[in-house]
């Protein structure tokens, strides 16, 4: 069965600096990779995807991640924080099933950045 | 734009009522979901849907049923609504082989 672990409930980091959010996977055959972000009482907004070819994605608001297959992982990043990234992010692994490609979710992430 | 729309953006029900939760998406996506979120857990497949009438269970069906009799309408049931359901509730629909899902803003049930 395919599953995905975020290691970090919450990740702190100041305006400016550079941040990572962390986001492995196990699956029998090829990963399709997601990153969501949700803001308080909405829903989830995609940001990027990785579904074959170059290992570093970009993504929307300046994300990107870095898909490694070697280490099974997918970890989020950007370069330079704002406080307005502050959410909950969530890594996904879609899996086939039956012909329908089926989202699974990490516990998810709280990011907090600090001005 | 894809939109897929709760009808509720929160509910506040009595323990023991039947509740349903509408799902409606306007781009004739073949495949629709139900999911709870909570605290923690991150979101958990109640029920998926591939087709008109068709059906799965997902990882935690148990307390739940859904209907699908419209493609763009997928109704999830609470038969007797218990407090441990009281949760967020997102749904999302995808094209039929695409593996891309697009979320509705949820909703936000309370069960006293």
């Known amino acids: 069965a395919q599953s995905v672990a975020q290691p970090e409930d919450q990740v702190n980091v100041a305006e400016g600096n550079p941040l990572t959010v962390k986001c492995t996977y196990s699956v029998s055959g090829n990963p399709y990779l997601f990153w969501y972000v949700q803001y308080p009482n909405r829903g989830l907004q995609f940001l990027l995807k990785y579904i074959t070819g170059d290992n570093l994605v970009k993504g929307s608001y300046g994300f990107e991640a870095e898909f490694n297959k070697s280490q099974t992982s997918f970890h989020l990043k950007k370069p330079s924080a704002l406080v307005s990234d502050s959410a909950l992010y969530f890594c996904?692994?879609?899996?086939?099933?039956?012909?329908?490609?089926?989202?699974?979710f990490g516990r998810g992430t709280s990011l907090i950045v600090h001005p | 734009d894809v939109k897929v729309t709760q009808s509720s953006r929160y509910l506040v029900k009595r323990t023991g009522e039947k509740v349903f939760l509408e799902c409606v998406q306007d781009?004739?996506?073949?495949?629709m979901f139900w999911y709870r979120q909570d605290p923690g857990l991150g979101l958990r497949l109640i029920y998926f849907s591939y087709d008109v009438k068709m059906k799965e269970k997902g990882d935690i069906p148990e307390g739940y049923s859904v209907s699908r009799e419209k493609k763009e309408r997928f109704s999830l049931i609470l038969e007797s609504a218990s407090t441990n359901q009281t949760s967020m509730y997102l749904c999302?629909?995808?094209?039929?082989?695409?593996?891309?899902?697009?979320f509705g803003q949820g909703t936000r049930l309370t069960v006293v």
């Open positions: 996904a692994v879609t899996v086939e099933r039956g012909g329908s490609y089926i989202p699974t």
């Open positions: 999302a629909s995808s094209l039929q082989g695409s593996t891309e899902a697009f």
């Open positions: 781009m004739d996506h073949e495949n």
